[in-house]
T-cell receptor, first 110, second 113 residues
Framework: DAKTTQPNSMESNEEEPVHLPCNHSTISGTDYIHWYRQLPSQGPEYVIHGLTSNVNNRMASLAIAEDRKSSTLILHRATLRDAAVYYCIRPQGGSEKLVFGKGTKLTVNP | DAGITQSPRHKVTETGTPVTLRCHQTENHRYMYWYRQDPGHGLRLIHYSYGVKDTDKGEVSDGYSVSRSKTEDFLLTLESATSSQTSVYFC????????????FGEGSRLTVL
């Protein structure tokens, strides 16, 4: 099964860090882990992706477990604009098929 | 912003009629994808293309066909639309397939009455 497992929803307060977990226990050694987010009424947008080591960019950090069966997207200081559905995705069986789950709806409280 | 355009952006049609959605890109990316999004299901892959005339099925391909006769265009066709195909359809493009970044279009909202 190429699906990932994420909590349906999470809440955070503005300017606090947010840790969004994702379980991908069947991932293979060459599969990248990708994170996208979708703001209301928009198409998804890329956040970050990685293979083994932790990754950082201007939007977020991605912490990947040593066994690669789980990862955590870290938003260092949540803003109201970060309220979105966050998707953790992975390719299906080494193919070009990127399979999305239902994602985690993040609510950011002022 | 990535040069990706979906058309039409909104369409209302009747059951049994054919519908074609177009995804056009100006990035010369090799990979193109069609997803649908419905409440409670997130995004589901319909079909994807890994080059001109090279396509493959996704999770929910029944009732849909695709064509890619040139790099910049990826067409999604509903041969005979049904109410269950009412959805928001997203096209995405990628230069590097599953190791790279996907760029999504703004979506096409299709209503089948």
């Amino acid at each position: 099964d190429a699906k990932t497992t994420q909590p349906n929803s999470m809440e955070s307060n503005e300017e606090e860090p947010v840790h969004l977990p994702c379980n991908h226990s069947t991932i293979s050694g060459t599969d990248y882990i990708h994170w996208y987010r979708q703001l209301p009424s928009q198409g998804p947008e890329y956040v970050i992706h990685g293979l083994t080591s932790n990754v950082n960019n201007r939007m977020a950090s991605l912490a990947i477990a040593e066994d690669r069966k789980s990862s955590t997207l870290i938003l260092h200081r949540a803003t109201l604009r970060d309220a979105a559905v966050y998707y953790c995705i992975r390719p299906q069986g080494g193919s070009e098929k990127l399979v999305f789950g239902k994602g985690t709806k993040l609510t950011v409280n002022p | 912003d990535a040069g990706i355009t979906q058309s039409p952006r909104h369409k209302v049609t009747e059951t049994g009629t054919p519908v074609t959605l177009r995804c056009h890109q100006t990035e010369n990316h090799r990979y193109m994808y069609w997803y649908r999004q419905d409440p409670g299901h997130g995004l589901r892959l319909i079909h994807y293309s890994y080059g001109v005339k090279d396509t493959d099925k996704g999770e929910v391909s029944d009732g849909y066909s695709v064509s890619r006769s040139k790099t910049e265009d990826f067409l999604l066709t509903l041969e005979s639309a049904t109410s269950s195909q009412t959805s928001v359809y997203f096209c995405a493009i990628s230069a590097a397939g599953w190791v790279g970044e996907l760029f999504f279009g703004e979506g096409s909202r299709l209503t089948v009455l």
